[in-house]
């Protein structure tokens, strides 16, 4: 087996050809093993997108070309390289101009040869890479090895054959699951679904040369999958029909999906050129897309929240974590529980705490099904014994991390810290799940601030991908990169935010929710607002979301902070420190509608608990009441509006939060968002779509819609936003340098 440095040039290959024949011509197989063109993968800073890169297309053209032209090659093995076949079209490279040999054709060539290519995969065959390997007469993989077509997440569809061979080979249904979820697949699922010929344990490559060696000379027309057809469906109408329902469904207005089911109806019902034809069609309908844009922003988005820094100069790649073998969750309530799964899933031990004995015993009945669910979704195992549950503190004295999720109430957790402060190691971490309130004033009660950070868990914990990591102004670099690491151990997308009230997701949400109430006071509904949210791609609008979450919990904190107080009468009501507010909210929770909890909240439903918002006449009623009250004239509102109002806002506050350091760059807002607060990803996240939208216009329309709600003061736009406009909008992976010239901080 002979490997090539990656950046082998052809004439380099050539000379390697000539030494092996030379060498080999006597040995007993003249079978040419030809490893074509090793295909590094995922080396960072290695280029990893093979297909388009045009050199290593041209290489892997040529060395193909010349093992088929070779009488004394009698089979070839593709392989990739480092334990990685290949990971598909280079991302970074769709936003330039292409060059180079295409895809196509040349697995065409590949599919056509007249000997037989084994294609040997380990690590990733993804997009081009898989279906370069559906291309090859025969597939091999290790077992470890994942495979799939996730094009569709990038906002495109597989363009190299791939909705034309796949169904040919494991059937529309199969097919179709695959091309329009993006997932990738385990070996096994590949080889039970007929992707694959065998799966081994053991080294891929010399499987891969003996299976190449053993079909030599072998008849390979049953092995031309674009030869084949797919298998006959009885109502080939209704599958289609019923897999676009479904797609559009879920995809709330994504494009990618519903041209993958068109690509392969095309497979179904067209002859394979026709079939290819359509597929190259459809594609170019996505690949200049906006959303294709912002999904490719958005993967490379997710990927750099984990190179965190923060204004003190603390890095992600200068910070070293601790090792936190052993943790504890301090209240066992919803986010408690939660927590506490999603640690024991990660695999530590856990010390559960709740002073509570009733609340204790609910918990130990809910945690350990919680876990069962959990086990059967992800086929996880957990130790029956990684959970301790304690009816005191003084059980933590031993952990490595201890999380707090109480009540969300201050003085509660003022002792809590305290009361950890002296029972744990004195190299203990101390974090708390608190959603608002101030981390750097927790840490004042504890002996060590330098190891307390905020770790704000989203609901249901162990489902919901974000963590907003919270550092202090006396958070140690160690105490960042460790829970960093948890989150990431813990199958979290970790985002470090800076303390301030809110964080950074809540302390945008705030403005988008208050824009909400402003526009029902103004004559919008409920329905209306939702729609147009919906429309837009938020799985809820705000107020269907406001009714799962509970109203009672956002009524909570205004009282807290001295605005929920609905005695006052006249312009005062609708008024505090001199600023707009509304009192609407506050209002429904005074008649007891928390939301689907109680049965009625901003809609109805049909009992306590009901998932199913319907309009609410009485909510109605109540809106007209308050405007008569309130001397307001409703006016027509439309979906422009609506998205302008809420989502600006929103966006706006994003500048504010970049500009004061609280979170390093956009990519850090639009994980939150996405990962956190249901923010359509085909949009890219809040910031990505301000640069989508353009920032003159964003600036424009929110100096409109002051200039109509003069108090209204975060309605004017901010001044990074303002400075990025003067600096000519530069696009968003340019916004860090503008950020960094202007905060010294950072
Ligand atoms: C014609 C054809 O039909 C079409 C058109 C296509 O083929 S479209 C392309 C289809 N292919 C994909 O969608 C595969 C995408 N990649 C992944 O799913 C994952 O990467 C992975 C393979 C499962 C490995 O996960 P990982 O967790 O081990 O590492 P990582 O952190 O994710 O990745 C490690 C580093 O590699 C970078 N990277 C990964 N895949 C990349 C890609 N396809 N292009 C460019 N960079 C990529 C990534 O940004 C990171 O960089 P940095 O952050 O370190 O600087």
């Known amino acids: 087996m002979y490997n090539l440095p990656t950046n082998t040039k052809k004439w380099q290959f050539d000379i390697f050809l000539k030494k092996i024949f030379k060498k080999k011509t006597d040995a007993p197989f003249a079978q040419l093993l030809i490893n074509v063109h090793p295909l590094p993968l995922f080396h960072v800073k290695s280029p990893i997108f093979l297909f388009y890169s045009a050199s290593v297309r041209q290489g892997i053209v040529d060395s193909v070309k010349r093992a088929l032209g070779d009488q004394k090659v009698k089979s070839v093995v593709i392989c990739g390289q480092n334990g990685v076949f290949c990971g598909g079209a280079d991302i970074r490279e769709f936003g330039r101009q292409m060059s180079g040999p295409p895809l196509v054709p040349m697995i065409h060539d590949i599919e056509a040869a007249n000997k037989p290519v084994v294609a040997a995969i380990e690590g990733s065959a993804l997009g081009g890479g898989l279906e370069l390997a559906l291309g090859c007469h025969y597939r ?21 054959g791939g909705t034309q061979r796949l169904p040919r080979l494991i059937g529309v249904p199969a097919a179709l699951n695959l091309i329009t979820t993006g997932r990738h697949v385990t070996a096994a699922e590949a080889l039970q679904l007929g992707i694959l010929d065998h799966v081994t344990e053991h080294n891929t490559v010399d499987v891969a ?10 008849s390979l027309d049953g092995r031309r999958i674009s030869s084949f057809s797919c298998a006959p469906l009885s109502d080939l109408d209704s599958l289609f029909e019923e897999a676009m329902l479904k797609v559009r469904g879920a995809a709330r207005g994504a494009i990618a999906p519903v041209a993958c089911v068109q690509a392969v109806r095309a497979a179904a019902t067209l002859p394979y050129a026709q079939g290819m034809e359509r597929e190259k069609e459809l594609m170019a309908t996505l690949f200049h897309s906006g959303q294709a844009r912002a999904l490719q922003y958005f993967f490379f988005a997710q990927r750099a929240v984990g190179r965190w820094s923060t204004p003190s100069g603390a890095r992600w790649d200068t910070s070293q974590p601790r090792p936190v073998r052993k943790a504890a969750v301090i209240g066992l309530g919803t986010m408690g529980r939660g927590i506490t799964v999603a640690l024991a899933q990660a695999g530590l031990s856990v010390v559960a705490v709740e002073t509570h004995a009733k609340q204790l ?179 809820m609008g705000v107020f269907r979301m406001s009714d799962l979450s509970g ?59 009901g998932r199913v918002a319907k309009s609410d006449p009485w909510l109605h009623n109540f809106l007209d009441e308050y405007r008569a009250r309130h001397g307001l004239v409703p006016r027509c509102i439309d979906q422009q509006e609506v998205l302008e109002r809420c989502l600006f806002v929103l966006i706006n506050e994003g500048f504010q939060i970049l500009e004061e350091g609280i979170a390093a760059g956009p990519e850090d807002i639009d994980a939150i968002y996405v990962f956190g607060y249901g ?35 975060y309605l004017q736009p901010s001044g990074l936003l303002r400075r990025l406009v003067a600096n000519g909008s530069p696009p968003i992976h340019k916004w860090r340098n503008v950020i960094k010239n202007r905060n010294s901080q950072l």
């Open 140 to 160: 091999i993989s290790h077992s470890k090895a994942k495979l799939g077509l996730p094009e569709v997440t990038l906002g495109l569809l597989p363009a190299a």
């Open 209 to 218: 040369v003996k299976f190449a060696l053993s079909v030599t000379g072998e």
């Open 361 to 539: 015993m609910e918990a130990k009945k809910a945690v350990p099904s919680m876990l069962k669910r959990g086990a059967v979704r992800g086929g996880t195992t957990i130790e029956p014994d990684s959970i301790t549950y304690s009816e005191t503190v003084q059980a933590v004295a031993d952990v490595d991390l201890v999380i707090e999720a109480v009540f969300e109430d201050m003085a509660l957790k003022e002792k809590v810290f305290q009361q950890l402060s002296i029972v744990c190691k004195p190299d203990t971490l101390l974090c708390t799940n608190t959603s608002s309130l101030d981390v750097d004033h927790l840490a004042s009660q504890t002996r060590h601030p330098e190891l307390v950070v905020g770790m704000h868990f989203f609901a249901p914990a162990h489902v919901m991908k974000l963590l907003e990591v919270v550092y202090g102004r006396r958070s140690s670099p160690a105490a960042v990169a460790t829970a960093m690491q948890l989150g990431k151990k813990m199958g979290k997308v970790s985002v470090a935010v800076g303390n301030c009230r809110g964080f950074a997701g809540n302390r945008m949400l705030k403005r988008y929710l208050e824009q909400a109430f402003f526009l029902l006071e103004e004559g919008a509904t409920p329905e209306l607002v939702d729609r147009a949210l919906e429309e837009f791609g938020f799985p």
């Open 551 to 609: 109203l009672d919990v956002g009524w909570r904190v205004r009282k807290a902070d001295g605005l929920a107080d609905t005695s006052l009468t006249g312009t005062s009501a609708r008024v505090r420190q001199g600023c707009r507010y509304s009192p609407l909210g506050d209002l429904l929770c005074e008649h007891g509608r928390f939301g689907q909890k109680t049965g009625r909240g901003w809609y109805q439903y049909d009992k306590p608990g």
């Open 679 to 713: 923010w359509p990803r085909h949009r890219g996240g809040p910031m990505f779509y301000a640069d989508m939208v353009g920032l003159e216009r964003v600036v424009e329309r929110l100096e409109r819609y002051h200039q109509a709600h003069p108090n209204v003061p």
